[in-house]
């Protein structure tokens, strides 16, 4: 494998650590906290071999790798799940900021989400919708190194450890292939990296350089992003042009249960559910192929039902939650409108966008995300 070059000056380094320190509170600073332990080793014998690396540079830089203990305070689900509420849910994604960052962000990248509609299939609104649900549009993209963090979760959080192993070592190829230090990554809690949020082998698999410099940079590039978002979703079954999803009603006496444990992939036909109760809001149910039913629970109020076709259970390969789906589809829905209502805002001057970091990754609340992490309650996210 290719050495590691670390391009920053020494003293750059050494501020990002106090940094880091400062952010991330307290870390186990501990020289050798991984590599002195035999699962550690043995999975980087392991990963050497299977990938034809050498093992000196990985035993560098899991040696000094941190234990992060608040990686794993944010992805252990709290004892007692609180009740889901969607309304609640929304409100985190749904608000001015989300809508109105929409809009200037269309206006600043009108003509790469238009070039990216055109190759992929996928509408600017839904590009947006992920990109804001993820990150607010590159504010938000996580402040946890991600070789800590993966190695942390990889070998101190056992429900996951299968599924974050194989994010670190995607991590060690991703450097390689990218030439840069596997240390020199950071993100959300969960591993997800950039303005998309892809996990290591998600850019690996599915980002493409869209704006054509010749590398993938989703630390400062919401271009790169555009395109590897449809992409992705290009690549998960995107169907342009085909509706994602409708709001229906139940007619008294319907029992829903049966077609909710019919599962998130949609496998009711139209038929199907109008037999079974299912009634348009408005109109008459679209004839668009087979749907799955939505229920959005809010305690307290009734439980709003959805139907989401196949480009709704795309959008939960992103992340395996029907509430993520919904809420990256309102959103792209309501920026859309009120593009198409003649709201506009300004966008910035064209100057490349500082990648402004905030505190961790809004989107995945206790579960990481994309595009692999099997659904906890939700499928990734
Ligand atoms: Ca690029």
């Known amino acids: 494998m290719k050495c590691w070059t670390l391009k920053t000056p020494a003293s750059l380094l050494r501020l990002s650590a106090v940094f880091l320190v400062f952010v991330l509170g307290p870390t186990y600073a501990q020289a050798d906290y991984f590599t002195k332990r035999e699962d550690v080793t043995a999975f980087i014998e392991e990963i050497a071999a299977r990938n034809q690396l050498d093992t000196a540079p990985i035993y560098a830089a899991l040696s000094s790798a941190n234990y992060l203990p608040r990686v794993i305070d944010l992805i252990t689900p709290p004892p007692k799940r609180g009740a889901r509420s969607w309304h609640r849910y929304r409100s985190r994604f749904l608000g001015q900021g989300h809508i109105e960052g929409g809009l200037r962000t269309w206006a600043q990248y009108e003509s790469e989400l238009r070039r990216a509609e055109k190759q992929y299939g996928v509408p600017p609104e839904i590009i947006l919708g992920i990109l804001g649900v993820e990150t607010i549009y590159g ?15 990889a070998f101190d959080y056992p429900p996951r450890a299968e599924l974050f192993r194989g994010e670190l070592e995607s991590l060690f190829l991703l450097a390689r292939d990218q030439n840069r230090h596997p240390a020199s990554y ?15 082998s998600s850019i690996r698999r599915y980002a493409v350089d869209f704006n054509g410099d010749g590398k993938i940079d989703f630390d400062n590039d919401a271009v790169d992003a555009i395109g590897s978002i449809a992409n992705y979703l290009r690549e998960h079954g995107w169907i342009a042009g085909a509706p994602v999803a409708v709001r229906v009603r139940l007619l008294p ?17 139209r038929t199907q559910l109008l037999e079974a109760g299912i009634r348009p809001i408005t109109h008459s149910l679209p004839d668009v192929g087979e749907a799955t039913l939505v229920d959005l629970e809010t305690t307290g109020v009734d439980i709003e039902y959805w139907l989401g076709y196949r480009n709704f259970y795309v959008i939960t390969r992103y ?13 792209a829905d309501t920026i859309r409108v009120a593009r198409d209502g003649g709201r506009t805002v300004a966008a910035p001057p064209k100057t490349k966008p500082a990648a402004a970091r905030k505190a961790s990754s809004g989107a995945k609340a206790s579960k990481p995300t994309r595009k692999a992490a099997p659904r906890k309650g939700k499928g990734k996210k």
């Not at 809690?189 to 290591?200: E, K, M, R, S, V």
């Open 319 to 331: 992340n395996r939650s029907s509430f993520y789906a919904m809420a990256v589809f309102q959103l």
């Open 253 to 269: 006496g319907t029992n829903p249960a049966p077609l909710i444990e019919a599962g998130i992939e949609p496998s009711l036909s």
């Open 186 to 200: 950071v993100g959300s809690f969960a591993g997800a990296i950039g303005w998309p949020q892809f996990l290591p």
């Open 139 to 153: 504010r938000n993209m996580g402040n946890f190194e991600t070789l800590s963090t993966l190695a942390t979760l």
